[in-house]
């Protein structure tokens, strides 16, 4: 990995940090995962797909779910990637714009905000598409 895309993943992981304390602070009573038990990853649904009884109509609709979401997160992620590319360019100037450089994660940060929606909106149907015997296994088996 290179220098700049190191910097970039530093930047990055700051903002993400200093954005999910925020959120965080700004949501009592959250704890570290807010939707247990109510959303369940496709990773854990698959895991436990024949303990489950997946249908074959619902592997299908899963499997879509997952592949569309993850080729609109990928659009997202270049956005961010870029817009955190242009607040490293920024920090190089002296003396540093602010107005500019909180304009640009202001950028970025929509953009995380956006992915963040797409994968709400999977999970959602993901859920949708589980019984609620399904649902019921799978917050017994992972402590959901």
Request: charge should be negative; hydrophobic fraction near 45%; avoid cysteine.
């Given at each position: 990995?290179?220098?700049?895309?190191?910097?970039?993943?530093?930047?990055?992981?700051?903002?993400?940090?200093?954005?999910?304390?925020?959120?965080?602070?700004?949501?009592?009573?959250?704890?570290?995962?807010?939707?247990?038990?109510?959303?369940?990853p496709?990773?854990?649904v698959?895991?436990?797909?024949?303990?489950?009884g997946?249908?074959?109509?619902?592997?299908?609709?899963i499997?879509?779910?997952?592949?569309?979401?993850?080729?609109?997160?990928?659009?997202?992620?270049?956005?961010?990637?870029?817009?955190?590319?242009?607040?490293?360019?920024?920090?190089?100037?002296t003396?540093?714009?602010?107005?500019?450089v909180?304009?640009?994660?202001?950028?970025a940060?929509?953009?995380?905000?956006?992915v963040?929606?797409?994968?709400?909106?999977?999970l959602?149907?993901?859920?949708?598409l589980?019984?609620?015997?399904?649902?019921?296994?799978?917050?017994?088996?992972?402590?959901?």
């Amino acid at each position: 990995m290179n220098t700049g895309f190191k910097w970039i993943g530093a930047v990055i992981a700051a903002l993400l940090m200093v954005g999910g304390s925020i959120a965080y602070a700004q949501q009592p009573g959250m704890g570290k995962d807010a939707f247990k038990g109510k959303l369940f990853p496709p990773n854990i649904v698959l895991e436990h797909q024949d303990a489950l009884g997946l249908t074959k109509e619902q592997y299908t609709a899963i499997r879509a779910a997952v592949v569309q979401v993850q080729s609109n997160i990928a659009e997202h992620e270049w956005d961010l990637r870029e817009a955190y590319q242009e607040v490293l360019r920024e920090l190089d100037h002296t003396p540093v714009d602010s107005n500019r450089v909180l304009e640009l994660v202001d950028a970025a940060l929509e953009a995380e905000n956006k992915v963040k929606k797409l994968q709400v909106a999977m999970l959602i149907e993901l859920r949708n598409l589980l019984t609620n015997e399904q649902m019921d296994y799978l917050r017994e088996v992972n402590e959901y």
